[in-house]
């Protein structure tokens, strides 16, 4: 009788454990060939293409931010330094979600280069967790932490 009141306790710890373990998050990138991404300085989130639902807003400006955490500079094209043209970069934000049962977010940077419109370098995560709101955080951390181990992270 002692060992049947805390199976309970104990299959319901294991289960929530494994569930846990389960959720998680991945993040891939590519490369242009030939393209020295050490010689881009600069973002500039004036001219981007934006696909998805408009309730991805709050993922946008998630993506945005993790991209600002990183080396590159934000710049205005207005306000531009002289260099920027050949050193700026423009991303591409794609954003897909299934929403049954927490689902599964995931997103697509790409960064073209403004000067040539050539994608530079693509970027895929995904997240998956026990709500949408959690798929997506898995999906934005896994994405910034691809981004910051291309073009480092600010101190």
């Known amino acids: 009788m002692f060992k ?10 294991s289960s929530f454990l494994s569930i846990m373990l389960n959720s998680c998050g991945s993040a891939s990138l590519v490369v242009s060939q030939g393209v020295d991404l050490s010689e881009y300085k600069y973002i500039c989130f004036g ?24 080396n590159l500079k934000p710049i205005s094209l207005a306000h531009a330094p002289d260099d920027c043209w050949w050193h700026t970069l423009t991303p591409d934000i794609y ?3 299934e929403k049954l049962g927490g689902g599964n977010t995931h997103i697509t940077l790409s960064l073209r280069d403004i000067n040539t419109g050539q994608d530079v370098i ?3 995560s995904s997240g998956f967790g026990w709500t949408s709101s959690h798929d997506k955080k898995l999906a934005v951390k896994a994405l910034g932490k691809k981004l910051q181990s ?3 992270s600010k101190e």
């Open 4 to 13: 049947r009141k805390f199976l309970l306790p104990v299959l319901l710890m």
């Open 47 to 70: 001219d981007k293409g934006i696909e998805g639902e408009d309730s991805f807003a709050d993922i946008i400006m998630m993506v945005e931010n993790e991209i600002v955490y990183t």
């Open 150 to 152: 291309v073009f480092g």
């Open 95 to 97: 954003i897909t979600a």
């Open 122 to 124: 693509v970027i895929k």
